[in-house]
């Protein structure tokens, strides 16, 4: 009589839980069993296939609430084209500081290239008694010598160069420091006069004499904080293939000077040039007003200030 109250019970929960679980969404595989329960052996267990109990059947999620949480989980468009325009203003946004970025980087990889050139002279003048070396040497065959090396005739860019012969190399340690970061050779208006880059830094002209006299004396510089020794330098070229009056280029250029006509100080780190002084110090510097080559518009080049070249 016990057992069958206590069974009675089970019967009657157990149809609760179904009826709470179809008004839930819930569905069973099977709402009836009309196979008899499978024979089972001396260990309890059933035989065949069908091992799955009731609860387990019962438990079966139909495809109905299935698909109703993955509604729940998906984007709509709207919300899509939201994403992307945050994305966009965000990338907006960013780009023009990430530019920036790049060119303070640049700038300061130009500074410490400048800082390297005017230590190594600095070491040049205390090896030579004082005396500067000279922006250009005695021709060769093939070829002339220059402060930052040999450099071949013949046509632009195709010239072999070689800076071992230059005043500084023994300095430097090789190579590493000749080219500005700022400067770039992939442009389309840029032209090449050796085979590759060669030197993207003007020399002073004015600590350079003449071939037919002494080499200037360092000492006769009044303030090394205030004279340049080494710029940031190009030259616009239209007289040299493949260069032309009608198709002005971008090329190197090895020195700068006080020249009136020769605009050869290039100013491309936002229209400032960066300049290295005897003192070994590297600061910069604005175009001289009037100065601006105007042949390339899109380029900087003019000249330094004539108190920061001059030499007494």
Excluded at 19 to 24: G, K
Excluded at 79 to 103: D, H
Excluded at 158 to 178: I, K, M, Q, S, T
Excluded at 183 to 202: E, Q, V
Aim: hydrophobic share 40%; proline share 7%.
């Amino acid at each position: 009589m016990i057992f069958r109250r206590v069974m009675s019970g089970f019967t009657d929960q157990a149809r609760g839980w179904t009826t709470h679980n179809r008004s839930a969404g819930f569905q069973p595989a099977v709402s009836r069993i009309s196979n008899p329960p499978p024979h089972r052996p001396s260990n309890g267990l059933p035989t065949g296939s069908r091992r799955h109990s009731r609860l387990e059947i019962c438990a079966t999620i139909s495809p109905r609430a299935d698909a109703g949480a993955v509604g729940r989980v998906a984007f709509t468009l709207v919300e899509l084209l939201l994403v992307v325009a945050v994305i966009a203003i965000l990338a907006g946004l960013w780009l023009p500081v990430l530019s920036r970025s790049r060119q303070t980087a640049q700038r300061i990889r130009c500074a410490s290239n400048l800082r390297q050139l005017s230590l190594a002279a600095q070491m040049y003048w205390d090896d030579n008694n004082g005396n500067a070396f000279r922006y250009r040497g005695a021709g060769t065959p093939g070829g002339d010598l220059y402060w930052f090396g040999w450099l071949a005739r013949g046509p632009e860019g195709e010239r072999a160069f070689d800076p071992r012969p230059g005043a500084l190399f023994p300095y430097l340690n090789g190579r590493g420091v000749e080219v500005c970061p700022s400067l770039s050779y992939a442009l389309r208006i840029f032209k090449l006069k050796a085979t590759g880059a060669a030197y993207g830094y003007g020399y002073n002209l004015c600590l350079s004499g003449p071939m037919n006299q002494m080499p200037v004396k360092v000492s006769r510089i009044r303030v090394h904080s205030e004279t340049a020794v080494f710029a940031d330098a190009g030259q616009v070229n239209d007289f040299q293939a493949p260069a032309s009056t009608d198709h002005p280029l971008l090329e190197e250029f090895y020195y700068v000077g006080t020249n009136v006509g020769e605009a050869t100080a290039h100013f491309r780190h936002a229209r400032l040039a960066n300049v290295a002084f005897c003192d070994g110090h590297v600061g910069t510097e604005k175009p001289l007003n009037g100065s601006l080559d105007l042949r390339l518009p899109g380029q900087t080049l003019g000249r330094l200030r004539p108190e920061t070249l001059t030499v007494p």
